[in-house]
Protein backbone atom coordinates (compact mmCIF):
# COMPACT_ATOMS: atom_id res chain seq x y z
CA UNK A 1 0.00 0.00 0.00
CA UNK A 2 1.62 3.11 -1.16
CA UNK A 3 -0.55 5.63 0.60
CA UNK A 4 -0.45 8.15 3.61
CA UNK A 5 0.15 5.65 6.70
CA UNK A 6 -1.13 6.62 10.11
CA UNK A 7 0.03 5.27 13.16
CA UNK A 8 -1.65 4.19 15.39
CA UNK A 9 -5.28 3.96 14.56
CA UNK A 10 -6.34 4.29 17.92
CA UNK A 11 -4.82 5.78 20.84
CA UNK A 12 -5.97 6.25 24.64
CA UNK A 13 -3.92 8.15 26.87
CA UNK A 14 -4.83 9.32 30.37
CA UNK A 15 -4.99 12.83 31.35
CA UNK A 16 -1.55 14.42 31.75
CA UNK A 17 0.00 11.88 29.34
CA UNK A 18 2.30 12.33 26.05
CA UNK A 19 0.67 11.67 22.92
CA UNK A 20 2.92 10.71 19.70
CA UNK A 21 1.45 10.08 16.31
CA UNK A 22 2.99 9.36 13.54
CA UNK A 23 2.65 9.56 9.71
CA UNK A 24 4.87 8.45 7.28
CA UNK A 25 3.79 10.19 3.13
CA UNK A 26 2.97 8.79 0.20
CA UNK A 27 6.33 7.44 -1.54
CA UNK A 28 7.40 10.97 -3.76
CA UNK A 29 5.57 13.56 -1.22
CA UNK A 30 7.61 15.45 0.62
CA UNK A 31 4.91 17.93 1.85
CA UNK A 32 2.76 17.04 5.32
CA UNK A 33 0.22 18.04 6.72
CA UNK A 34 -2.02 17.93 10.29
CA UNK A 35 -5.59 18.43 10.54
CA UNK A 36 -7.85 17.78 13.14
CA UNK A 37 -11.38 16.28 13.36
CA UNK A 38 -12.97 17.62 16.57
CA UNK A 39 -16.87 15.64 17.33
CA UNK A 40 -19.62 16.42 14.92
CA UNK A 41 -17.49 19.27 13.43
CA UNK A 42 -15.28 19.16 9.66
CA UNK A 43 -11.34 19.16 9.61
CA UNK A 44 -9.18 21.81 10.55
CA UNK A 45 -5.48 22.65 9.79
CA UNK A 46 -3.05 22.53 12.29
CA UNK A 47 0.81 22.60 10.42
CA UNK A 48 2.36 22.31 7.20
CA UNK A 49 5.34 20.76 7.71
CA UNK A 50 8.65 19.65 4.77
CA UNK A 51 11.67 17.62 5.59
CA UNK A 52 13.26 19.28 8.37
CA UNK A 53 11.10 22.60 8.36
CA UNK A 54 7.92 23.46 9.56
CA UNK A 55 6.84 26.59 7.32
CA UNK A 56 3.25 26.91 8.69
CA UNK A 57 1.55 25.98 12.12
CA UNK A 58 -0.77 28.55 12.14
CA UNK A 59 -3.52 26.31 12.92
CA UNK A 60 -1.45 24.38 15.96
CA UNK A 61 -2.52 25.07 19.82
CA UNK A 62 0.31 27.24 21.24
CA UNK A 63 0.74 25.14 24.16
CA UNK A 64 1.85 21.44 24.90
CA UNK A 65 1.07 20.57 20.71
CA UNK A 66 4.49 19.91 18.29
CA UNK A 67 5.03 18.63 15.00
CA UNK A 68 8.30 17.38 13.13
CA UNK A 69 9.47 16.01 10.02
CA UNK A 70 12.95 14.52 10.58
CA UNK A 71 15.38 13.82 7.53
CA UNK A 72 14.59 10.70 7.90
CA UNK A 73 11.26 8.71 9.73
CA UNK A 74 7.87 10.03 9.92
CA UNK A 75 6.37 12.97 10.76
CA UNK A 76 5.26 12.91 14.16
CA UNK A 77 2.80 14.99 15.88
CA UNK A 78 3.30 15.07 19.91
CA UNK A 79 0.88 16.33 22.23
CA UNK A 80 2.10 16.75 25.94
CA UNK A 81 0.31 16.48 29.46
CA UNK A 82 -2.77 15.44 27.24
CA UNK A 83 -6.12 17.09 28.15
CA UNK A 84 -10.10 15.77 27.42
CA UNK A 85 -10.78 18.49 25.08
CA UNK A 86 -7.68 16.37 22.56
CA UNK A 87 -10.23 13.61 22.00
CA UNK A 88 -10.42 14.31 18.44
CA UNK A 89 -9.63 12.38 15.15
CA UNK A 90 -5.66 13.83 13.55
CA UNK A 91 -5.70 12.88 10.22
CA UNK A 92 -2.04 13.50 8.36
CA UNK A 93 -1.81 14.56 4.46
CA UNK A 94 1.09 14.65 2.13
CA UNK A 95 1.24 16.30 -1.39
CA UNK A 96 4.24 16.14 -4.18
CA UNK A 97 4.20 19.88 -4.65
CA UNK A 98 2.63 22.80 -2.66
CA UNK A 99 -0.06 24.02 -4.93
CA UNK A 100 -3.72 25.16 -4.52
CA UNK A 101 -4.79 23.05 -7.44
CA UNK A 102 -2.83 19.97 -5.78
CA UNK A 103 -4.89 17.41 -3.94
CA UNK A 104 -4.06 16.63 -0.18
CA UNK A 105 -4.38 13.17 0.32
CA UNK A 106 -4.99 11.49 3.19
CA UNK A 107 -4.30 9.22 5.66
CA UNK A 108 -6.58 6.69 7.94
CA UNK A 109 -6.58 9.02 10.78
CA UNK A 110 -5.45 8.43 14.77
CA UNK A 111 -8.33 8.33 17.12
CA UNK A 112 -7.08 9.66 20.01
CA UNK A 113 -8.89 9.42 23.29
CA UNK A 114 -8.75 10.30 26.44
CA UNK A 115 -9.74 9.13 29.71
CA UNK B 1 -12.57 35.27 4.36
CA UNK B 2 -12.46 32.23 2.78
CA UNK B 3 -15.34 29.99 3.50
CA UNK B 4 -16.88 26.78 2.83
CA UNK B 5 -20.67 25.96 4.43
CA UNK B 6 -22.67 22.88 3.44
CA UNK B 7 -25.97 23.49 5.06
CA UNK B 8 -27.06 19.93 5.20
CA UNK B 9 -25.89 18.64 8.49
CA UNK B 10 -27.36 15.16 7.94
CA UNK B 11 -29.09 13.41 4.36
CA UNK B 12 -31.20 10.11 4.58
CA UNK B 13 -32.36 8.44 1.45
CA UNK B 14 -33.59 5.20 0.22
CA UNK B 15 -31.24 3.00 -2.16
CA UNK B 16 -31.79 4.11 -5.74
CA UNK B 17 -32.90 7.14 -4.81
CA UNK B 18 -30.96 10.49 -6.60
CA UNK B 19 -29.52 12.49 -4.11
CA UNK B 20 -27.58 15.97 -4.07
CA UNK B 21 -24.84 17.29 -1.61
CA UNK B 22 -25.09 21.24 -1.56
CA UNK B 23 -21.48 22.94 -1.16
CA UNK B 24 -21.44 26.61 -0.77
CA UNK B 25 -18.12 28.56 -0.72
CA UNK B 26 -16.47 31.77 -0.37
CA UNK B 27 -13.39 33.31 -1.71
CA UNK B 28 -11.55 36.73 -2.60
CA UNK B 29 -9.23 34.67 -5.15
CA UNK B 30 -10.10 34.98 -9.08
CA UNK B 31 -8.75 31.36 -9.09
CA UNK B 32 -9.22 29.19 -6.77
CA UNK B 33 -9.65 25.23 -6.45
CA UNK B 34 -12.28 23.01 -4.79
CA UNK B 35 -12.43 19.47 -3.66
CA UNK B 36 -14.99 17.06 -2.58
CA UNK B 37 -13.47 13.94 0.08
CA UNK B 38 -15.66 10.99 1.45
CA UNK B 39 -15.29 9.93 4.52
CA UNK B 40 -16.98 6.09 5.26
CA UNK B 41 -18.05 4.81 8.37
CA UNK B 42 -14.28 3.14 8.44
CA UNK B 43 -12.88 6.69 8.68
CA UNK B 44 -10.59 7.04 6.66
CA UNK B 45 -11.14 10.41 3.98
CA UNK B 46 -10.94 9.24 0.20
CA UNK B 47 -9.91 12.33 -2.37
CA UNK B 48 -13.01 12.14 -5.08
CA UNK B 49 -12.41 15.18 -7.19
CA UNK B 50 -10.81 18.39 -7.55
CA UNK B 51 -12.79 21.31 -10.08
CA UNK B 52 -10.34 24.20 -10.70
CA UNK B 53 -12.58 27.95 -10.89
CA UNK B 54 -11.85 28.70 -14.66
CA UNK B 55 -13.47 25.09 -15.88
CA UNK B 56 -17.01 25.08 -15.20
CA UNK B 57 -17.79 22.62 -17.55
CA UNK B 58 -19.94 19.98 -15.32
CA UNK B 59 -18.13 16.51 -14.36
CA UNK B 60 -19.93 12.94 -14.59
CA UNK B 61 -17.76 9.74 -13.24
CA UNK B 62 -20.12 6.58 -13.30
CA UNK B 63 -23.38 7.30 -10.78
CA UNK B 64 -21.34 10.96 -9.01
CA UNK B 65 -21.26 13.98 -11.05
CA UNK B 66 -20.40 17.65 -9.97
CA UNK B 67 -22.07 20.99 -10.82
CA UNK B 68 -20.24 23.85 -10.39
CA UNK B 69 -21.83 27.27 -10.33
CA UNK B 70 -19.38 30.33 -10.35
CA UNK B 71 -22.45 32.63 -10.50
CA UNK B 72 -23.73 31.06 -7.10
CA UNK B 73 -20.62 30.06 -5.56
CA UNK B 74 -21.63 26.46 -5.24
CA UNK B 75 -20.10 23.21 -6.34
CA UNK B 76 -22.78 20.89 -5.65
CA UNK B 77 -22.38 16.79 -5.64
CA UNK B 78 -25.40 14.05 -6.92
CA UNK B 79 -25.25 11.17 -6.59
CA UNK B 80 -27.20 9.18 -8.38
CA UNK B 81 -29.26 5.86 -8.38
CA UNK B 82 -27.83 5.69 -4.34
CA UNK B 83 -26.55 2.91 -2.94
CA UNK B 84 -25.71 1.36 0.57
CA UNK B 85 -21.78 1.78 -0.14
CA UNK B 86 -22.28 5.78 -0.42
CA UNK B 87 -23.39 6.00 2.95
CA UNK B 88 -20.59 8.29 4.24
CA UNK B 89 -19.74 11.57 5.37
CA UNK B 90 -18.95 14.50 2.38
CA UNK B 91 -16.83 17.21 2.74
CA UNK B 92 -16.57 20.01 0.23
CA UNK B 93 -12.97 21.98 0.57
CA UNK B 94 -11.70 24.80 -0.91
CA UNK B 95 -7.69 25.81 -0.95
CA UNK B 96 -6.20 28.21 0.49
CA UNK B 97 -2.35 30.03 -0.08
CA UNK B 98 -1.07 30.81 3.44
CA UNK B 99 2.62 31.60 4.68
CA UNK B 100 4.45 29.48 2.53
CA UNK B 101 2.18 26.87 1.94
CA UNK B 102 -1.56 25.36 1.53
CA UNK B 103 -3.82 24.55 3.54
CA UNK B 104 -7.63 23.13 2.82
CA UNK B 105 -10.57 24.97 4.26
CA UNK B 106 -13.26 22.07 4.87
CA UNK B 107 -17.08 22.32 5.37
CA UNK B 108 -18.59 20.65 8.30
CA UNK B 109 -19.51 17.86 6.11
CA UNK B 110 -23.09 15.93 4.81
CA UNK B 111 -23.77 12.90 6.48
CA UNK B 112 -25.46 10.49 3.91
CA UNK B 113 -27.40 7.77 4.92
CA UNK B 114 -28.67 5.42 1.95
CA UNK B 115 -31.30 2.45 3.60
CA UNK B 116 -31.44 -0.87 1.69
Known amino acids: NAGVMQNPRHLVRRRGQEARLRCSPM?????VYWYRQLPEEGLKFMVY????????ESGMPKERFSAEFPKEGPSILRIQQVVRGDSAAYFC?????????????FGDGTRLSIL | AQKVTQAQTEISVVEKEDVTLDCVYE???????LFWYKQPPSGELVFLIR??????QNEISGRYSWNFQKSTSSFNFTITASQVVDSAVYFCALSEAQNQGVKLIFGQGTELSVKP
Open chain 1, 49 to 56: LQKENIID
Open chain 1, 93 to 105: ASSPEVARYQPQH
Open chain 2, 27 to 33: TRDTTYY
Open chain 2, 51 to 56: RNSFDE
Open chain 1, 27 to 31: KGHSH
